[in-house]
């Protein structure tokens, strides 16, 4: 008989986009409903680069947080080719401040300010790994020439692995890895790297990008890839080993944004993040599993206290809406219309 209840640790998002002004209002408390804390991601326009910047955002997360919640975003700085060892410096002794982002220049939203060439970025990246303060990567190249599919085997190759082996010491974590080259490289890698891997990548691959159509609430950066990556994904997700994390890169566009003659990259699923993985870890005869990667390696691999704590989802299918309000524009949800087979209970949920 299926479970029909699970309860577990409250589980943690170590990648998530907040936005700023209305979208953050809106979307912010979806993911405060079901996570403690959530790495956020420093891509707002203009950049979060300093130390004083991310505590003011932090200031205005906060705000828009209902008043009775204890949930903690866990700041990030936005590395530049000009980001200095000092400020580093100062990120590390910050209370608030986590780590640090690492854009390549133009790899995808808000990163125009993003990192040109990784030796120009070279005396931050050395104070962080004398300081122990973890690096985050958005890994794909972005010269014009090489294919859309192929961005992150690249960066692995050109960027990932000399870095790696320059400085054994930086604890890094690959984010929203989409490709079994990246799984391969994480589990050969030493213990300083960690991976987090989103809903999208577990449950769907790049057929749902076409299907019937053009889908540009499908698309997301890194891009979807084929089936034979997203088994490998799913793999190590449910695998146990705790070097693969929760991270939902859930990331909010307006409407009219992503559907558009150049659309934006993102989707949103904070609004039943730790419901996808759930179905993830059930469809893989894994649920078991779940709580390991959702609520203890990413606490562990920061050096942070696991939640002390309790969610409790149930199997419950239910139909996220259409549309939210986001502001004066709409936004929307993963599996907009369609079902979601878990469900956390009605006092701790808003939709
Ligand atoms: O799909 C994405 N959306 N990938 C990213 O790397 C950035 C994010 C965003 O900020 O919208
Ligand atoms: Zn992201």
Redesign the pocket.
């Known amino acids: 008989m299926p479970a029909m209840q699970i309860t577990l640790t409250r589980p943690d998002d170590w ?1 998530l ?1 907040l936005r700023d002004g209305a979208a953050l209002a809106t979307v912010a408390p979806f993911t405060a409903e079901r996570f403690g804390r959530a790495i956020i ?1 420093p ?1 707002l326009n203009p950049p979060v680069t300093a130390v004083d910047e991310a505590e003011a955002y932090r200031g205005r997360i906060l705000q828009a947080l209902p008043d009775n919640s204890d949930f903690e975003p866990l700041m990030t700085l936005y590395l530049t080719d000009r980001t200095s060892a000092d400020e580093i410096a100062r990120a590390a002794e910050a209370p608030h401040v986590h780590a640090v982002k690492l854009y390549p220049a133009g790899a ?1 939203t808000n990163s125009e300010s993003g990192v040109t060439d990784i030796a120009r970025a070279m005396p931050a990246l050395e104070k962080m790994a004398e300081l122990d303060l973890p690096l985050l990567v ?1 890994g794909e190249v972005t010269r014009a020439e090489i294919d859309m599919f192929d961005r992150e085997q690249v960066f692995i190759e050109e960027v990932l692995a000399p870095l790696l082996e320059r400085l054994p010491a930086l604890r890094v974590v690959f ?2 890895i989409t490709t079994a080259a990246a799984v391969d490289f994480v589990r050969a890698s030493s213990h300083r790297i960690g991976a987090t891997i989103t809903p999208q990548h577990l449950l769907y691959n790049r057929n749902a990008l076409f299907s019937g159509g053009l889908r540009p609430h499908m698309f997301c950066l890194p891009v979807l890839k084929r089936e034979r990556h997203r088994a490998a994904l799913v793999e190590a997700a449910t695998s146990g080993n705790p070097r693969f994390f929760l991270g939902t ?1 859930s ?1 909010p566009h307006p409407r009219h944004a992503k559907e558009s003659d150049c659309g934006c990259a993102g989707i949103f699923s904070a609004h039943c993040a730790i419901e996808l993985y759930a179905e993830v870890f059930e469809q893989a005869g894994a649920l078991e599993r779940l709580e390991g990667f959702a609520s203890h390696f990413g606490a562990d691999f920061y050096g942070l206290p696991r939640n002390q704590g309790t969610i409790t989802l149930r199997r419950e299918p239910w139909q996220p809406p259409a549309t939210l309000p986001m502001g004066e524009d709409t936004l929307v949800p993963l599996r907009a219309g369609e079902t979601v087979a878990w469900r956390l209970p009605r006092e701790a949920r808003a939709l």
Request: glycine share 0%; charged share 20%.
């Open positions: 990648h986009h991601m891509n995808t958005h984010e929203h890169d990331a």
